[in-house]
């Protein structure tokens, strides 16, 4: 039988397939080969009839995220809060960046608007945005026909509200919801388990929370492209390896003067660069210390 991977709990996957639900485990082999099925992995599997089904084939992924685990993804909503946490772009920009990376289409939804008296400085932002092309969304009615028949994966910094969203979009769920400690400044990991819920003819995934971001980027190439705006401005550097730092004829900075690109991505830009950069300084200071 055929199905996908909706769910995956203490060693356990539950297949769908047909409308119905299967508990499965994978088979040994793909431990020995370092295999890890995970939500969203298109499977064969086998199903005798009141008993455990086992996986025993995981087709090819199109992507996947390291954190969480999720793979097979069309898109991915992306909730910055207005206040509590406060509105973050360089936050922001790292989840796109990696988002960008993976292939995986963002869509930018903002929570809790009512916690701002005024809004017009978060539009600003937004409208750089949707100029770059990204979608936003600031109402649940706005963001619900983004979803139709898409696969989905909620995220974003922890407390922002993404169990509250989808406890909104999908009652049912009843999922747990934390808050935001005062001493800390974030909300409490209330999210422990990576599932797919049906909504709009499509899926979507409710995933652990988290504060910080490691995005797999790891030279200046890529980085470049994550940004599409410094992309396409980039095709008139003289050096196609343009760093858009240092280079002479560089056609990004221009661009940033005459606001072309805003500022405030372009320096996103160049912190994210230099600790590309640093990163690299250090696995080569690592590297020479090891004994050979």
Known sequence: MKGTIVKALAGFYYVESEGK?????????????????????????????????????????????????????DQAVVIMSAKEPDFNPNLLDRYLVLLEQKAIHPIIYISKLDLLADDKELDVFLDIYRSIGYDTAKTITEL????????????????????????????????????????LGRGRHTTRVVSFYNLNGGKIADTPGFSSLDYEVDNAEDLNR?????????????????????????????AVEKEQIAAFRFENYLQFLSEIENRRETYKKVAKKQPK
Do not use: W
Request: hydrophobic fraction near 30%.
């Open 144 to 183: 619900l026909p983004f979803l139709t028949a898409k696969t989905t994966v909620f995220m974003g910094q922890t407390g922002v509200g993404k169990s509250t969203l989808l406890n909104k979009m999908v009652p049912d769920l009843q999922l747990e919801t934390g808050k935001i400690s005062e001493s």
């Open 226 to 254: 994550a940004f599409p705006e410094i992309a396409k401005v980039s095709h008139g550097c003289k050096f196609r390896t343009c760093t858009h730092t240092h280079e002479p004829n560089c056609a990004v900075k221009p």
């Open 21 to 73: 639900v299967y508990q499965t485990r994978a088979r040994g082999n793909f431990r020995k080969k370092g295999q890890t099925p995970y939500v969203g992995d298109e499977v064969e599997f086998s199903a005798e009839k009141d008993s455990e089904g086992y996986i025993l084939k995981i087709a090819e992924r199109k992507n996947s995220l390291v954190r969480p685990p999720i793979v097979n993804i």
